[in-house]
T-cell receptor, first 114, second 113 residues
Framework: DGGITQSPKYLFRKEGQNVTLSCEQN?????MYWYRQDPGQGLRLIYY???????QKGDIAEGYSVSREKKESFPLTVTSAQKNPTAFYLC?????????????FGPGTRLTVL | LAKTTQPISMDSYEGQEVNITCSHN???????ITWYQQFPSQGPRFIIQ???TKVTNEVASLFIPADRKSSTLSLPRVSLSDTAVYYC??????????????FGQGTTLQVKP
């Protein structure tokens, strides 16, 4: 089955620790995205990547880092610099070459800071 | 950046048609209008996308007037399983062809039996 997987589904972190969220897709999509969602709110863009070895900051990149070494993978690291990291994190991917392509979302990772 | 405005919440009953209107006064010439559906603790799911006039698929219809400053998502004969948050998005193309989508708060649709 083609799709996007995120792991883990639930993640607990102590304050001051870095943690990495996994995102993998087998849709052969060039573009990948990371969003953050807080309770009752919409999604906010953290980082996005249009091609391997290239990525850009979204609206709330502070305290986060990413890498895009492979087309299939776009891991997100939540660093200790992120002051309020407890949230629902969603990864998405889309094809390139058309304007405003459909984004396919993973099931999400719920991060809780203890 | 194009911004959208939609009602925070709506209620409906099973079997009714639901229309959710979204305003996007600053839509750019090349922007498309896209609607997503999100259930609790899941990622959003694409419903429909259009540029002008009317688009219909097996799930919904999208009506876009000539000035493109608003759009209406129409869900025919809703069921309890259509209870979800619905997001209206206007594409914000960045350099290259990949769209950067701006998600607002969305409209929480509650379908009652």
């Amino acid at each position: 089955d083609g799709g996007i997987t995120q792991s883990p589904k639930y993640l607990f972190r102590k304050e001051g620790q870095n943690v990495t969220l996994s995102c993998e897709q087998n849709l052969n999509h060039d573009a990948m995205y990371w969003y953050r969602q807080d309770p009752g709110q919409g999604l906010r863009l953290i980082y996005y990547s249009q091609i391997v070895n290239d990525f850009q900051k979204g609206d709330i990149a502070e305290g986060y880092s990413v890498s895009r070494e492979k087309k299939e993978s776009f891991p997100l690291t939540v660093t200790s610099a992120q002051k309020n990291p407890t949230a629902f994190y969603l990864c998405a991917s889309s094809s390139s070459g058309t304007m405003n392509p459909e984004q396919f979302f993973g099931p999400g990772t719920r991060l809780t800071v203890l | 950046l194009a911004k959208t405005t939609q009602p925070i919440s709506m209620d409906s009953y099973e079997g009714q048609e639901v229309n959710i209107t979204c305003s996007h006064n600053n839509i750019a010439t090349n922007d498309y209008i896209t609607w997503y559906q999100q259930f609790p603790s899941q990622g959003p799911r694409f419903i429909i996308q259009g540029y002008k006039t009317k688009v219909t698929n097996e799930v919904a219809s999208l009506f876009i007037p000539a000035d493109r400053k608003s759009s209406t998502l129409s869900l025919p004969r809703v069921s309890l399983s259509d209870t979800a948050v619905y997001y209206c998005l206007v594409g914000d193309p960045i350099s290259g062809n990949t769209g950067k989508l701006i998600f607002g708060q969305g409209t929480t649709l509650q379908v009652k039996p």
